[in-house]
């Protein structure tokens, strides 16, 4: 066995493993803006084939989001809303808006390995977890620190999680998302990270729900900016028929 090896092991062991809320707060903060705008692909690998979803976003905090399909072009104009704990959805087809509640979050969005629940999960995830940090690790090249988190209620879609997070970079390389009995429903892997703005952020990951056949999905990051000043009027109802 390599020597190199077995000191760059040591060298992992001997590291003091920061205090886990403290670290997923900066991972928070890594991700975190009081509004942004984003450009994205949706990948989609069904048992049928696949086809993509490019949506453009806008975010203002941890409760509100507003999402239209940019294309492909029979699902350009379908728009999402999102205020606090409600979720409605537009089709530019049936001309129809439908509030998004109860078993229909568990629904998936658009034939994707995501759920409307996701969708509305709140983005900070100190706001719904505790975590310990289990030991060291790594992904690939990348060392990592392995997160445990608990939910701090009963409502929360993912009762535990597991997180590689990277320790240079405070950004999510890997995640399990687990029932309370541990069972595994979804995972996450990052497929490459870029620089935006100062930060590094995830711009190709793909998830997987463990539940469903299937490729899993990607989601392909063309753009993003943060700290924008979003108008209010974006976060209406009204904006939905527009």
């Known amino acids: 066995m390599n020597i190199c090896f077995w000191f760059a092991v040591l060298a992992i062991a001997a590291v003091e493993p920061p205090d886990g809320n403290a670290l997923l707060a900066r991972v928070d903060?890594?991700?975190?803006?009081?509004?942004?705008?984003?450009?994205?692909?949706?990948?989609?690998?069904?048992?049928?084939g696949g086809r993509s979803v490019r949506t453009m976003s806008w975010v203002s905090g941890t409760d509100r989001a507003f999402t239209e399909y940019l294309a492909p072009e029979r699902e350009r104009g379908t728009k999402m809303l999102k205020l606090g704990?409600?979720?409605?959805?537009?089709?530019?087809?049936?001309?129809?808006t439908i509030s998004i509640s109860g078993h229909m979050l568990r629904q998936s969005v658009a034939g994707s390995d995501l759920s409307y629940e996701d969708m509305m999960e709140d983005p900070k995830l100190t706001n719904l977890y505790s975590a310990e940090v289990v030991g060291p690790d790594s992904v690939g090249d990348r060392p990592a620190w392995?997160?445990?988190?608990?939910a701090r209620a009963e409502g929360v879609a993912y009762q535990r999680r597991r997180l590689w997070v990277d320790r240079e970079r405070d950004l999510i390389l890997r995640e399990e998302r687990l029932s309370a009995a541990g069972r595994l429903l979804k995972t996450m892997e990052v497929l490459s990270v870029g620089r935006y703005e100062g930060r590094w952020l995830a711009d190709r990951a793909v998830f997987r729900d463990a539940l469903r056949e299937g490729g899993g999905t990607e989601i392909r990051i063309d753009s993003i900016a943060f700290d924008v000043v979003i108008p209010e009027h974006i976060f209406s109802t009204a904006s939905l028929r527009r």
């Open 146 to 150: 392995l997160l445990e988190l608990k």
């Open 85 to 96: 704990d409600r979720l409605w959805t537009y089709s530019p087809q049936s001309d129809r």
């Open 29 to 48: 903060a890594n991700i975190g803006s009081n509004g942004k705008v984003i450009v994205s692909e949706m990948i989609i690998q069904g048992r049928r």
